[in-house]
Nanobody
Framework: EVQLVESGGGLVQPGGSLRLSCAAS????????MSWVRQAPGKGPEWVSS????????YFADSVKGRFTISRDNAKNTIYLQMNSLKPEDTAVYYC?????????WGQGTQVTVSS
């Protein structure tokens, strides 16, 4: 059974930082590109970032470029999203997902709230 479990969300002030993690199991993690997708209240899903299977190629939405970093540790079956200089508009539920151009499996999400 494929499982993706996100953690690391929370409440942070504007300008602050958070690091999200996503632990994967049930599939050969190192064979898959992985992504982060977010969904703000009342809005549809928004792709945030992707990393290729080897971890050497990354992609970011314009809205987070220069502020967020994606990485992965294939030995730990985990991907990360380092979020810096957070803005209120980054408030959303953040999901990790398998794939990049099209998402397959999704985790349950972790809430990130940016507010003073």
């Amino acid at each position: 059974e494929v499982q993706l479990v996100e953690s690391g969300g929370g409440l942070v002030q504007p300008g602050g930082s958070l690091r999200l993690s996503c632990a994967a199991s049930g599939f050969v993690f190192g064979n898959y590109d992985m992504s982060w997708v977010r969904q703000a209240p009342g809005k549809g899903p928004e792709w945030v970032s992707s990393v290729n299977s080897g971890g050497g190629i990354t992609y970011f939405a314009d809205s987070v470029k220069g502020r967020f970093t994606i990485s992965r540790d294939n030995a730990k079956n985990t991907i990360y999203l380092q979020m810096n200089s957070l803005k209120p508009e980054d408030t959303a539920v953040y999901y990790c997902a398998t794939g990049s151009s099209s998402m397959g499996y999704w985790g349950q999400g972790t809430q990130v709230t940016v507010s003073s």
